[in-house]
């Protein structure tokens, strides 16, 4: 996904560097945006892991025959439940509006974008 999706659900992210000062017309509080010295701004968010839950069937006995094949005691198993992460939890970096650039003008476009789009 581009990251134009995620600036609503980004817009209270936090930096590590030195925030950027809003101006008093922000509708949303954007958080602690990283501003570089060539204008341009970037905020972070978490992508969570994703855990996965296995369960299966281990032999615990194995079946008893006897000489003929039949079977004189069935196998018997057991249930295991362990997870397993598929993928590991990750820290996002993605250029985002500045503060100064985010005006009620602003909003509203992104806002019928994201509407236009199903969001």
Do not use: W
């Not at 609503?8 to 101006?23: E, G, I, K, V």
């Not at 341009?40 to 996965?52: G, L, Q, Y």
């Not at 005691?73 to 997870?83: D, G, N």
């Amino acid at each position: 996904m581009k990251p134009f999706f995620y600036l609503p659900l980004l817009a209270m992210a936090a930096c590590a560097n030195a925030p950027a000062s809003q101006p008093g017309n922000v509708l949303i509080d954007m958080g602690q945006i990283e501003t570089h010295n060539d204008g341009r701004c970037f905020a972070k968010d978490i992508s969570p892991a994703v855990i996965e839950t296995v369960t299966l069937q281990e032999i615990e006995t194995e079946a008893v025959r006897d000489e003929t094949g039949a079977i004189i005691r069935p196998a018997l198993f057991r249930t295991v439940t362990r997870q397993q992460i598929l993928r590991e939890r990750a820290d996002i970096r993605f250029e985002t509006v500045c503060p100064q650039n985010y005006t009620a003008e602003r909003v509203s476009t992104l806002q019928r974008a994201l509407k236009a789009r199903g969001f």
